[in-house]
């Protein structure tokens, strides 16, 4: 009896270590699927999957359906876009972006304290500017900023400038997820116009290879 038992019990084991490796091997316990961006909605997802679970107000998809945007209120701040993109060769989700809009230096600042304050408690201490990871992975939250502030000094002739940033960088089993929030000012036709952009950015095993060898951070 108790041999039995005991082949029972070994058997079990062995059924449990096989399902956990389909799972793994299947790419549920990837960091990909464990990390929630929003809505239940994950990285790798198609864009009906996530069309089906965000909740805002969708504003566009264009005609390639790499790209969904969404409006409406955001940690509190009104119109606020969201942008969803999504892998040309997978269609896979591989990078969300929310883009703010204060209308004053000082609620840019208050905006991008409060927004700092809410990742820093999720994700802890972010990267120093030393850390080769963050400009080695970037998302559009510094890409696009920095190429607007460059594009306004060199191009237009007008002040501009990357007043806060600040990411984070989540790693797991070879994949790894960069968050990025960054704020700007450039000077506009009588005023400064200011914009704070957080992104969200997936980066495969495949991506973090094609990074390593060329030195540079994704080029999405």
Known sequence: MKKRMALYIILGVVI???VAAVLWFGGLFSLSRQFELRNGIHFGEKIDTVISKETLTQKSVNDERTTVVY???????DNTEVYFSFDGKNNGLDELLY???PHSQSECDSQ???LF???QMKYGTPL???DPRASLYQGNATKELTAKVDFFR???GKRGEIRNSAGWLIEKG???IKIEIVSCQVMGNYAYDFEIRISYTYFSKDAIKESLENGVGKDL
Do not use: D, I, Q, R
């Not at 409006?71 to 701040?77: D, I, N, R, S």
């Open 16 to 18: 449990l270590l096989a």
């Open 71 to 77: 409006e409406g209120t955001v940690a509190g701040y």
């Open 99 to 101: 883009w703010f809009v």
């Open 112 to 114: 991008y304290n409060a």
């Open 117 to 119: 304050e809410n990742l």
């Open 128 to 130: 120093s500017e030393s």
């Open 154 to 156: 060199n191009y237009l």
């Open 174 to 176: 070879g994949e790894c």
